[in-house]
């Protein structure tokens, strides 16, 4: 994000539109609609919201006043120019509401959600995502982001070396522990499953208590506008490492090693160092921009060139999600 941010009134219809980043916080739009319709309003000024976005990545709107889950939706779709994406082939368990709106990942609040850019284990992720905070949490659960670039950037050469020769093979195992496949893949026939998975490059095979896939995917990936190199990928968050101690080794020891319900690997097969998905969390924990959520803010990000995660929280804590704009792997 740029270190000088012009304050001057850009958008019509509010009397106040001011942009700040203050310390660690994301670029923040300040506005108010002065009556306006949230949808109304970013339709007058979805040229300045999308060029916000273009030139810093990631956009915190402060000030709109969004009602429900549809009016997010559809405000999602105006700012994006596109349709929001359905979220299948899941990694974490939501509720889904109409127009193609998620909640958030809903693990329980004494989790933390590590970085990652959404869909990035697939060959297939939205371009944009966007937040929107119906219920600030009591205490903490912010939505920490970083920059995808900067994580690359201070990695040292021989990670990025290792993943980017190699690459990443993400297994899963749909068994009784965690997702079912029936969920991942939003449907209860097979031949759909398979249809998916051929037309996505992941290799399947049916267990006699489940399912398992592979697939090998990049581990970094170049932002077509920007042509940065990005760290896009999630293996340190599929890794078994990624478990508390006593988690992994209980699973460990109930289902096996080669059963676990999600692990990577190099593309080859080979096992990656620890030290070396350890030195990339701690990196990611460096680079965490935090903010606190206010009630209606609206955070909206380039999924390439920013991560999300979720804090521990106390308190309710409602945040909803939509996707857009399919990009994908040409390799």
Not at 25 to 54: C, H, W, Y
Not at 112 to 122: L, M, R
Not at 206 to 230: C, E, F, M, S, Y
Request: with cysteine; proline share 5%; glycine share 4%.
């Amino acid at each position: 994000m740029p270190s000088e941010i012009m304050t001057d009134n850009l958008l019509e219809n509010t009397q106040v539109a001011d942009l700040e980043k203050a310390g660690d916080l994301p670029l923040i739009l300040n506005v108010e609609p002065n009556g306006m319709r949230s949808l109304a309003f970013v339709k007058k000024n979805k040229a300045t919201i999308q060029r916000l976005i273009d030139e810093n990545g990631a956009l915190l709107i402060r000030g709109l006043k969004i009602h429900s889950s549809k009016e997010f939706g559809n405000v999602l779709t105006e700012i994006f120019d596109s349709p929001l994406l359905k979220y299948t082939y899941r990694s974490t368990p939501r509720t889904e509401f109409r127009g193609n709106v998620y909640t958030a990942t809903e693990y329980p609040d004494n989790q933390v959600i590590p970085q990652h850019n959404e869909n990035a284990y697939s060959n297939s992720w939205p371009d944009r995502i966007g937040f929107l905070c119906f219920i600030p949490p009591v205490v903490d659960g912010e939505t920490p982001i970083s920059c995808s670039k900067t994580l690359y950037e201070k990695l040292p050469q021989e990670i990025k070396t290792a993943f980017e020769e190699k690459h990443i093979m993400y297994v899963r195992n749909y068994i009784d522990v965690d997702l079912p496949w029936t969920e991942v893949f939003q449907t209860e026939d097979r031949s759909d499953v398979e249809t998916y998975c051929q037309n996505n490059k992941i290799e399947f095979e049916w267990l006699d208590n489940g399912l398992r896939t592979r697939q090998i995917n990049p581990a970094v990936a170049v932002h077509k506008k920007t042509n940065d190199k990005l760290w896009f990928n999630q293996a340190h968050l599929f890794h078994v490492s990624n478990l508390e101690e006593e988690v992994a080794n209980t699973l460990i020891s109930t289902v096996g090693i080669d059963n676990l319900p999600r692990n990577t690997f190099y593309g080859d097969g080979s096992a990656i160092p620890d030290a070396y998905l350890q030195t990339i969390r701690d990196i990611y924990e460096e680079t965490k921009i935090k903010f606190k959520w206010h009630k209606s803010d609206l955070l909206l990000l380039d999924n390439m060139r920013f991560t999300h995660g979720r804090e521990t929280f106390e308190g309710d804590r409602k945040i909803i999600v939509g996707m857009a704009c399919p990009n994908g792997h040409t390799q």
